[in-house]
């Protein structure tokens, strides 16, 4: 299982009811996405007032939970 926790992306094992936290985004998380093949993660953030940052996009390695991308782009949310 796979949700956010502010600005925590949170993968939760089935098999021995341990959380892994995946740290990365500066704010709130507001979607989730895996890819067809389950090898990657998509999180995407709302824009941080307190920052001069655009929101980001962040794609995870679901193997490892290490970020391969990070795209800072958007004005508002993803």
Do not use: P
């Amino acid at each position: 299982m796979i949700y956010a926790v502010g600005a925590m992306v949170v993968v939760k094992s089935v098999d021995d009811s341990k959380d892994k936290y995946m740290k990365g985004h500066t704010s709130s998380v507001t979607c989730i996405s895996v890819s067809r093949r389950g090898s990657m993660i998509a999180s995407g953030e709302t824009y941080d007032l307190n920052s001069e940052e655009c929101a980001a996009l962040i794609i995870w390695d679901f193997a490892s939970l290490e970020i391969m991308y990070r795209v800072r782009f958007h004005k508002q949310m993803i």
